[in-house]
């Protein structure tokens, strides 16, 4: 019997993976070959999907991407014992995407069937939990923020400062609410690591409830996501059965029960007080902080909010120690993130690495260049909300003070690649487009601001009293970012400002009203 | 006649269900428990049973799960997702955010709109297929991206397009 691995992750099957399983089971059936077919995670190689591996005595051989129409040819020339054909790529684990990578959150995402929890214990999972069932709640904090943590949501807020406010007040009821709502642009790290591997965020929230006092918790993960639902909900049930959630879980005084909320299309529900109103049933407006989540969060009561990101990175914390996932990373951004790097781009993929790595390094050795062969002309880092980066940029390593430095932002670690035909002032007419679209409308330089902004744009890129609007745009952004309640109103200047000051010659056409002329088409 | 709303605001007036679509609307409140914190997953159900939200299961939701009308309303059109009139058989979500577009979604977009003969967020004249725009699917390093159902879709050209919808209406005719 041999086994052969072909994914269940989205973007594998946006590509094909199910008609690729299909075939090679209708093949096998020809050949009378015995196969036994896993549907795993991904491994993150995008550029590759469908990846098709065949377990080998030496390990797993890599093949793809691969066609429907390759799958007999494969067969023939003997995939099935690893042997070489053009799709083929030698050992996963020896692809250099692959190995130059520092894999702790995603050490098993791709390698086991995400639905097994056999799998998931054989690859060191509840490792973790099985530590903090046996600590204090009070060191589980301390060894959080031993590990230097921070919010991977963005924010970069330390987990365990969170954590500890939390721990330390009294309460009749408190939770855990993650936020997988993960709606920025070139991310896409919280959906393969639920798809791929989804009890390592269970054990995360469990841990977290564990330090907390929490006995209940949320999933909110977006709508668009349907595969990310299925697969936590089938796993919720099955850690369930096996008692790794509900009522003391593995025989220990703690419960902790989990359930999944679904979006419904808006964007700014990845704002955390806008998800809390969100997970409640109600419309997703921001509110007002003080007071803040951890003291009063979903349902006033206080609430533990992490990234999925964040609480994926807690197992590996509780098993290894604080101190060894410290030693990942520089400055005051320790130990890993999960880079995403997506648009134009020829090998995207997830590339987890400690922090320190540069845009460039993503982009040019693990990306290849530009899909188009044409030259990089920006990169946008940190989603809808991060400030695209020239050239000149692309040596900043990747910590948090460091981007803030050049007017820019890690956030969830998500790389969007453009090549030289893009047209800056038109992404920042897009996003300021795009806040209008996504603002709650609580507040009124988000709501108003917004739509102000795309008309000024509009008039900049026109020619219509360039000089005069390119001063109001300055203006009204410094007006967002000072005077907005959350981060939508107030970071949308950092895309749009960085658009200004790094790709000026854009801004500054002769008036030909191009945007607007293609608008009215 | 029901509790007063946490709210404050008046209570819906008591309606009992008197067709089709307001009884399956009941049953999907019953089923979240007439739970108001459920209200996004109810409204989730009901489109998912109804193809779309109608004014009149309103003020049968906010009956069952105490809330006033308003406040159902309210949720109901905040969220991008709740569709207020009935749709096309099938609804493609055409991701339009920046990952997207640097693989030229503005392209596809205008594709579909005049090959499907609508614009974003109509639905073709023969009431197949309805397009609509969303930021991101999460398929970002094999973009464009565009959602049917349940079926993601990566690496979208037009002519991938095509052949993506002509696929659809022979799923239908089967």
């Given at each position: 019997m041999i086994t052969v691995y072909v994914p269940r992750d989205a973007a594998a099957l946006s590509v094909g993976a199910d008609e690729v399983a299909s075939a090679i089971l209708a093949e096998a059936v020809k050949l009378k070959k015995q196969v036994r077919l896993i549907r795993n995670g991904s491994r993150g190689m995008l550029y590759l999907e469908p990846l098709v591996e065949v377990e080998t005595p030496t390990g797993r051989v890599a093949y793809g991407p691969v066609t429907p129409g390759d799958v007999a040819d494969l067969f023939k020339s003997g995939f099935l014992e690893g042997k070489s054909h053009k799709l083929g790529h030698g050992l996963t684990e020896d692809i250099p995407y692959f190995k130059k990578q520092e894999r702790l959150?995603?050490?098993?995402c791709g390698i086991t069937d995400p639905l097994s929890i056999e799998d998931y214990i054989k690859y060191d999972g509840f490792k973790g939990l099985k530590n903090a069932i046996d600590m204090k709640p009070i060191d589980i904090v301390t060894e959080v923020t031993t590990s230097g943590l921070r919010g991977r949501g963005g924010a970069g807020f330390p987990t365990g400062i969170k954590w500890k406010t939390v721990h330390d007040l009294k309460g009749d009821q408190k939770y855990v609410a993650c936020n997988a709502d993960e709606g920025d642009s070139g991310t896409f790290a919280d959906r393969m690591l639920m798809e791929g591997d989804p009890y390592c965020l269970i054990e995360g929230m469990t841990i977290a409830a564990i330090a907390g006092g929490a006995t209940k918790g949320y999933i909110y993960i977006r709508s668009e996501y349907p595969h990310a639902i299925n697969v936590l909900k089938e796993a919720i049930e099955i850690a369930r059965k096996a008692n790794w959630l509900g009522d003391n879980i593995q025989g220990s005084n703690y419960s902790f029960d989990l359930y999944v909320r679904r979006g419904a299309g808006a964007y700014i529900c990845g704002e955390e007080t806008s998800m809390l109103e969100s997970i409640e049933g109600k419309r997703g407006i921001v509110r007002y902080k003080p007071p803040i989540p951890a003291i009063?969060?979903?349902?006033?009561k206080p609430t533990i909010i992490n990234n999925v990101m964040s609480f994926a990175a807690v197992p590996i914390i509780l098993d290894k120690g604080g101190e060894f996932y410290k030693n990942y990373g520089v400055g005051r951004s320790r130990g890993t993130l999960a880079f995403q790097i997506a648009g134009n781009i020829k090998q995207g993929g997830l590339v987890e690495k400690?922090?320190?790595?540069t845009t460039r390094e993503l982009v040019e050795d693990w990306g290849g260049g530009t899909a188009t062969g044409r030259p990089v002309r920006a990169v946008q880092v940190g989603g809808p909300l991060g400030a695209y980066l020239p050239?000149?940029?692309?040596?900043?390593?990747?910590d948090y003070e460091e981007f803030a430095k050049v007017d820019a932002m890690v956030g969830h670690g998500g790389l969007v690649v453009f090549d030289d035909t893009v047209d800056m002032a038109k992404m920042a007419r897009f996003a300021m487009e795009f806040c209008v679209l996504?603002?709650?409308?609580?507040?009124t330089p988000c709501r108003i601001g917004s739509t102000r902004g795309v008309e000024t744009i509009d008039k900049i890129i026109a020619d219509d009293n360039r000089a005069k609007n390119m001063e109001l745009l300055a203006d009204l952004c410094v007006t967002m970012a000072d005077g907005s309640l959350c981060a939508m109103g107030g970071l949308t200047p950092f895309p749009v400002m960085s658009a200004v000051k790094g790709f000026p010659d854009d801004f500054n056409k002769?008036?030909?009203n191009k945007f607007l002329a293609e608008a009215a088409e | 006649m029901s509790k007063k709303p946490k709210s404050g605001l008046a209570p819906a007036p008591v309606k009992s269900a008197s067709n089709p679509a307001e009884l399956k609307a009941l049953s999907v409140c019953a089923s979240h428990g007439n739970r108001a914190s459920e209200l996004l997953e109810i409204l989730h159900d009901v489109q998912h049973e109804l193809g779309y939200v109608p004014e009149s299961v309103l003020p049968v939701i906010a009956n069952a799960v105490n809330l006033s009308r308003a406040e159902v309303h309210g949720v109901v059109t905040f969220y991008h997702d709740f569709k207020r009139e009935p749709v096309g058989r099938h609804t493609i979500k055409i991701c339009r955010a920046e990952a997207c577009q640097s693989m030229g979604t503005d392209h596809l977009c205008k594709h579909a709109e005049k090959s499907l003969k609508t614009d974003m967020g109509g639905t073709s004249p023969d009431g197949s297929v309805t397009i609509e725009q969303v930021f991101c699917l999460g398929n970002c390093a094999l973009s464009p991206a565009i959602l049917i159902g349940d079926k993601l879709y990566g690496k979208v050209d037009a002519k991938r397009f095509d052949e993506i919808v002509a696929g659809l209406s022979k799923e239908t005719a089967a």
């Open positions: 959150t995603f050490a098993r009063e969060g979903l349902f006033g400690a922090f320190g790595v050239e000149s940029k692309f040596d900043v390593p990747m996504e603002s709650c409308g609580k507040c002769p008036g030909k | -």
